[in-house]
């Protein structure tokens, strides 16, 4: 009996030995299957559930002035993503995400629910490194961190209409940013990566195409005009009360824009506060109505086509003059003029007599070659082109009204540009904006040479003690330039209470190195004068930019040079 119970033991032990040992070589026979066999099946198929593509930001290339300071840069920030099927499952942790997200719990539980089917979804982008290191810290399965780049402006409102600003995805909205968006954008690249459960990449798996970063953006401002040509205006609207305003200041010789600014102003680093119409850029994009500060043209074309010689005399009295059912009028009865003090005084009488006299079409000629009615060619968003009818549609009245800038448009850019033809003997020079822009255009001949300088001259007394704009002098510098005050256009027609004030000058008259305009919209504080309120603006930014640019003066009162010859004489 004993030996029968340790006989059918002896085959139990066998059989349990048997079985494991079936089992061992199972497990080892689908071992050898799945590590040695299907291991690049399984490998695939695993990376397929962990892989992900990756878009990498590229780079938006920098803006910077003419001296290379940085007018916007990209600094990289995080953004914080989820794949909404794994938060699914993580509803407990749902609040203490939303609360390092700083965004409502409702809200990032609607976000979640309402894109359920999605792989990938933003939470909160461009975030401060504080707040991305804490959502980090949470380790939450399916939330994960990229890298983008936002837009920053160094000088904040100071160069915001020229710049413009971009959107959260770095693609230019406004200004240079769009006009030159192909230039400044880069390509993104794209990476296949293996992340975790966590959403945290473990390595790169392969690079799909490589980021290309933008290119580099040169301006022709100056960052200290710029600034200095903001504070300015800025003060000046507010002083008056004004609507607003624009200035830009050229250099004569180049074309190049050294500073260009409007109000109101806005802070394009804060995009959530942008306001259209703060953002428009009114120097380029908004046209008026100029006023007198076409009378040396119209006495240019005069002289150029012989209609009047430099030494003619005008009879303005008494004050009026009627063309058709118009009333011209002056201030006051100038009685017998000559071309300088129809410019110095800004005799609408005067100026009237000579643009009835000059043919329609030279008249036209000179208007035209000076950039009224075409685009100045910057390539901004908007630029405006103006209005300057065909000759060969112009009423008796509308020749008139032109004569003292009624009856066209322009803006301050092409205000500003026009003028550059008394600096450059006759011939309007192409504006530019890019400094590492190649500018094929040719200067245009708008007038003679010597017309040029004899209409120059006269608007130097423009400046003296029987001119309007005596505001507008610098110490040391012999200064040119014309005042402008227009009526604005109503519903109605024109206005009793509404006006421009303007003003463009240059400086030094002796050999122009700068050219500047100004224009006050809608002064409201008792004073609307273009030589109370817009000539002050200009005598302060142009007394630095002469001094910043080391320009030598060429007005050096009379008094110290004798008593320094006269010294020198005793030695």
Not at 146 to 173: K, W
Not at 200 to 220: C, E, F, M, W
Not at 479 to 487: D, F, P, W
Not at 507 to 513: G, I, K, L, N, T
């Amino acid at each position: 009996m004993g030996a029968l119970k340790r006989q059918i033991s002896g085959g139990r032990l066998k059989v349990v030995i048997g079985v494991f040992a079936i089992a061992s070589a199972a497990l080892l026979l689908r071992a050898i299957d799945l590590q040695v066999l299907e291991r690049d099946f399984l490998t695939q198929q695993g990376e397929q559930r962990q892989v992900r593509t990756l878009i990498e930001s590229a780079h938006r290339g920098m803006i910077t002035d003419r001296e290379g300071e940085p007018l916007a840069i990209s600094a990289p920030v995080q953004t914080a993503w989820a794949n909404p099927q794994d938060l699914l499952d993580q509803r407990d942790r749902w609040d203490e995400l939303a609360a390092v997200l700083e965004v409502e719990p409702d809200w990032l539980a609607e976000r979640i629910e309402s894109r359920a089917e999605r792989e990938f979804i933003y939470l909160r982008r461009h975030m401060l490194p504080a707040q991305a290191e804490r959502v980090a810290a949470l380790r939450v399965q399916g939330v994960g961190l990229n890298r983008e780049f936002r837009r920053y402006y160094p000088h904040g409102a100071a160069t915001s209409h020229v710049l413009g600003y971009t959107n959260i995805d770095d693609q230019g909205q406004e200004g240079v940013e769009l006009a030159f968006d192909y230039w400044l954008s880069g390509q993104p690249g794209s990476k296949r990566v293996l992340r975790d459960r966590h959403g945290r990449t473990i390595r790169d798996v392969a690079s799909i195409r490589p980021a290309r970063d933008g290119h580099t953006l040169a301006l022709t401002l100056d960052q200290r005009l710029q600034y200095l040509a903001y504070r300015e205006l800025k003060a000046a609207v507010t002083e008056h009360n004004a609507r607003g305003g624009s200035a830009v200041l050229l250099d004569a010789r180049s074309g190049e824009v050294l500073a260009l600014v409007n109000q109101p102003g806005f802070n394009p680093n804060n995009r959530g506060a942008i306001r259209s119409d703060r953002a428009r850029n009114r120097a380029i994009t908004d046209t008026l109505e100029p006023g007198s500060v076409m009378k040396p043209f119209t006495v240019a074309a005069a002289l150029d086509a012989g209609a009047v010689d430099p030494n003619a005399t005008l009879d303005t009295g008494p004050g009026t003059m009627r063309v058709g059912r118009l009333t011209v009028r002056d201030l006051r009865d100038y009685g017998t003029i000559d071309l300088t003090t129809l410019i110095a005084r800004s005799s609408n009488v005067g100026a009237t007599q000579l643009a009835l006299a000059t043919p329609a079409d030279r008249l036209w000629q000179t208007l035209h070659q000076a950039g009224f009615g075409q685009a100045p060619g910057t390539h901004f968003p908007g630029e405006a082109s103006g209005r300057l009818r065909d000759f060969t549609t112009w009423r008796e009245v509308e020749q008139a009204t032109l004569a003292y800038g009624y009856g066209l448009s322009a803006s301050t850019l092409q205000m500003a540009a026009a003028y550059t033809a008394f600096a450059n003997n006759g011939k309007r020079i192409p504006v530019r904006l890019v400094r590492t822009a190649d500018d094929l255009r040719e200067p245009a001949r708008v007038m003679a040479p010597e017309t040029a300088q004899q209409v120059l001259a006269m608007m130097e007394h423009v400046i003296g003690t029987e001119g309007t704009a005596r505001q507008a002098a610098i110490d040391g510098y012999r200064v040119a330039g014309k005042t402008g005050t227009s009526r604005k256009s109503g519903p109605g027609g024109y206005t009793e209470d509404r006006y421009y004030s303007n003003f463009v000058g240059l400086a030094p008259a002796s050999d122009p190195r700068f050219v500047m305009a100004v224009v006050i919209d809608e002064p409201r504080a008792g004073v609307y004068y273009g030589g109370a309120v817009a000539a002050p603006v200009f005598q302060r930014v142009m007394a630095s930019a002469l001094r910043m640019f080391n320009v030598r003066p060429d007005a050096m009162p009379e008094i110290p040079m004798r008593l320094a010859a006269e010294r020198e004489g005793t030695t």
